[in-house]
């Protein structure tokens, strides 16, 4: 078993993103003053192999795909400790609404502070010009790995697990809820899932993801917009994307069901 020190171990830096901008970058004035901004020609950011060194500190070990971009295991040669790396990649369809998300991911992360069953954000990186998330790499078990959506396929569960599992993601959700409460932001993850849990070799259960949901400008009133997916979201959300409290419960008592039954 893993002691809970180590999973406090990394130190924490996070840039002043204060001044983070969604809108198109028109003079290199704008460019220095806004660090990340959708540029004009928005090109997919460049895809690093396993055995590159980025920014001569972190070696990636291994390459994942994601939903709206890429997401690196890498060693950090300063924290001597592996970190997850992840990415917006564009595939040129819809690139300022991808942006968006990745960007209020980015803002939403930074408002929450640590938490043992939210994976912590470590720093964010301007590489190339393109924001990367850096947030600690949860290490799982080494025969059913780090996803909760591969010990559902593969693991029995016991209902004293079940109990405790979920009741671990009801407190990371509630810990999300009152920090960003506190910046009078309402908090939905949007897009609760089996994939979007990760869990460590002693047990202990980390959200992941929180791109599912973003706030936009609609006049003079900010709404929250949330995207998920099919499965595990209620049917009211593919009619109107806005976004509610009520629809994490909603995909919390799927994947119970899926828990209990082996079914989605």
């Known amino acids: ?24 970058c028109e003079s290199n004035e704008e460019k220095q003053r806004f660090p990340f901004v959708l540029p004009p020609s928005y090109k997919p950011a460049h895809t690093f192999l396993v055995g590159d060194v980025i920014l001569e500190r972190y070696e990636v070990k291994e390459r994942m795909h994601g939903n709206m971009g890429d997401v690196y295991r890498c060693y950090d040669r300063f924290l001597r400790d592996d970190v997850a790396m992840k990415t917006l990649i564009s595939d040129g369809r819809g690139s300022r609404r991808k942006f968006e998300f990745f960007m209020e991911e980015v803002q939403e992360r930074m408002h929450i502070d640590y938490h043992p ?77 089996p994939e979007n849990i ?50 994490d419960i909603y995909s919390l008592g799927a994947v119970l069901h899926e828990m209990l039954t082996g079914e989605n």
């Open 117 to 193: 069953n939210v994976t912590s954000l470590m720093l964010v990186e301007n590489i190339q010009g393109y924001p990367y998330i850096i947030s600690e790499w949860v290490k799982g078990d080494p025969h059913y790995g780090n996803s909760f959506d591969g010990w559902m396929n593969s693991y029995s569960f016991q209902t004293e697990e079940i109990v405790d599992f979920m009741l671990q993601v009801c407190k990371g959700l509630e810990h999300c809820c009152k920090q960003l409460s506190k910046v009078e932001k309402r908090f939905v993850l949007g897009d609760l899932k």
């Open 1 to 24: 078993m893993e002691s809970e020190k180590s999973e406090e171990s990394f130190s924490v830096y996070l840039p002043d993103m204060s001044a983070i901008s969604i809108r198109e």
């Open 198 to 247: 990760m869990i460590r070799q002693n047990g202990r259960l980390k959200l992941i993801d929180f791109g599912g949901a973003m706030y936009a400008l609609c006049g003079d009133k900010k709404e929250m917009f949330c995207v998920g997916t099919k499965g595990y979201s209620p049917p009211e959300q593919w009619k109107d994307m806005r976004g509610d409290v009520t629809w």
